[in-house]
């Protein structure tokens, strides 16, 4: 007795499109209860300001700078000779196109350029 070998392909197939419209309309359902969670807030965005220049590197200056400060597409952070109020200006003003300005808070900058400027 021989089977057909497409038998399974179709089965597999069906078993498919049925997952796919289950977990549509399961998402539909999600999508509906996540709103209902976010009613209230009015899309307020809340933003954590980070503590220390470490936090604030590991935050938003690790892609460029790399994770043991030895630079990938942004030069590396070890032995700069730059002095605080140079790194200060680079955070302040940025550098280039390839150093934006603005990335760290207004508050931190002094602590971020100090710290900076000591990474050996």
Aim: aromatic share 8%.
């Amino acid at each position: 007795m021989k089977r057909n070998p497409v038998i399974p392909y179709i089965i597999i197939f069906v078993f498919g499109i049925v997952l796919v419209f289950f977990l549509s309309f399961k998402g539909l359902g999600d999508m509906k209860e996540i709103a209902k969670e976010g009613e209230g807030k009015g899309g307020e965005k809340t933003e954590v300001a980070a503590s220390n220049p470490e936090d604030i590197y590991k935050s938003t200056c690790i892609g460029c700078h790399g994770d043991q400060y030895q630079g990938v597409v942004g030069p590396p952070l070890k032995n700069t000779g730059l002095s605080k109020d140079e790194v200060k200006d680079i955070l302040n003003n940025g550098k280039g196109t390839g150093m934006p300005k603005g990335l760290v808070p207004a508050e931190q900058v002094d602590a971020m350029a100090e710290w900076v400027s000591k990474i050996k």
